[in-house]
């Protein structure tokens, strides 16, 4: 059954990424209120088609979630495959891959203050996937092979660059743009180049080679930059790789880290990898500054994650956020750790398919 529902979840995940009763948990536990964080999203993608993505909403001083807070405040659905959410300045951005949107909201209210349609001259949707930002550019890869800049204080289109096939990742480093090329709407026949893009003339100047379906990619503060590569889902296993953004190669394959998902937060990655067809997971933390694993085992008490989708860290005060999506068709769970591997809470039932955080930080006089 489970190497069934494997097979199944690949084939999702090649255009969209990609069980015990849960009625009885509770909708979250009590949660100890920090000083620095008002409070945090997380997106829920839903299922590939379904229409059914939603946005959750924890206030840490009430101690209350609401789980489709988007619809409560803009009395209208999120849309299909929410992809990305991500925070800059006083906005917050969400990628939506099938309804090729992307909603900004204000932080504070999660009120939409502009949707930003991304379709071709031919009224063909682009299918965004995920967003970067520098220097007040929003930069945003598409599945049909460009990355679209936004002005963020507009909030205008200013343009689109071309790269490769089917682009499933962007980071910002060294003045340049990095986007990982997946080729995966073209499965078997992936991919396997970084594009370079030069934000100057936001014009690509090259392509890295890397191992094939290049996917989640990151900058460390080191001038390098980390791609995860998923393989063939078979003979070609994941890996993780990295690229000098000095010389613009590629210059180590981590073979014995096959790593499907990451991010980086000062030193520490972390890395976490889900085999689909034996439903099994790790999370270890890997020294950027070093390159070397540090932790195999970053949960250091008893808790199991089943199916880690999603993973992200509170940057005020360290603490590691991951998403556990189980089988892929029921609510999922938030849970917060500690940087010693400890878990802190966990918030239930918070959305279908939940896979990004985004933390929001007591509202100021000096906000801009």
């Known amino acids: 059954m489970k190497k069934k529902a494997g097979i199944i979840l690949i084939l999702i995940l090649i255009i969209s990424t990609g069980c015990d009763d849960l009625h009885d948990k509770e909708i979250f536990n009590k949660v100890t209120a920090t000083q620095e964080t008002a409070g945090l999203y997380v997106l829920s993608e ?3 088609n379904m229409n059914n993505s939603t946005l959750a909403y924890y206030d840490f001083k009430t101690q209350k979630m609401e789980t489709d807070y988007f619809l409560l405040m803009n009395q209208r659905g999120l849309g299909d495959t929410a992809n990305d959410i991500k925070l800059y300045g006083s906005k917050l951005y969400i990628v939506v891959n099938v309804s090729s949107q992307i909603e900004v909201l ?8 502009k949707r930003i349609p991304l379709f071709s001259e031919n009224n063909i949707a682009r299918q965004p996937r995920y967003i970067a930002f520098h220097k007040d550019k929003a930069y945003v890869c598409s599945f049909d092979g460009t990355v679209a800049k936004i002005d963020t204080a507009s909030l205008k289109l200013e343009g689109f660059a ?6 499933d990742g962007l980071c910002v480093q060294n003045g340049k743009l990095y986007v990982s090329n ?3 709407l073209d499965y078997p026949n992936y991919d396997n180049t970084v594009s370079v893009v030069d934000l100057a003339t936001f014009k690509e100047i090259k392509k890295i080679t890397v191992r094939i379906n290049p996917y989640k990619i990151h900058a460390d503060a080191y001038g390098d930059v980390y791609v995860v590569s998923r393989g063939n889902y078979g003979t070609i296993k994941y890996c993780l790789q990295r690229i000098d953004s000095r010389t613009d190669e590629l210059v180590q394959t981590f073979d014995d880290l096959e ?8 030193d520490n990655a972390y890395l976490y990898s889900y085999d689909f067809y034996k439903a099994t997971a790790w999370i270890k933390v890997f020294n950027v500054r070093t390159e070397h694993v540090e932790r195999e085992n970053f949960i250091t008490d008893s808790t199991k994650i089943d199916t880690p989708y999603g993973i992200d860290v509170n940057p005020v005060n360290g603490d590691v956020y991951i998403t556990n999506a189980y089988s892929f068709t029921v609510w999922g769970d938030l849970l917060c750790f500690t940087k010693e591997g400890k878990l802190k809470f966990t918030l239930s039932n918070i959305g279908l398919n939940p896979n990004g955080t985004v933390f929001i930080q007591k509202k100021n006089s000096t906000e801009e």
Do not use: M, Y
């Open 106 to 113: 204000d932080i504070h209210t999660g009120i939409c203050i």
């Open 182 to 184: 997946s080729g995966g």
């Open 259 to 266: 790593v499907l998902n990451f991010t980086i937060e000062g």
């Open 162 to 167: 071309k790269v490769g096939r089917h682009p």
């Open 46 to 48: 839903g299922l590939f």
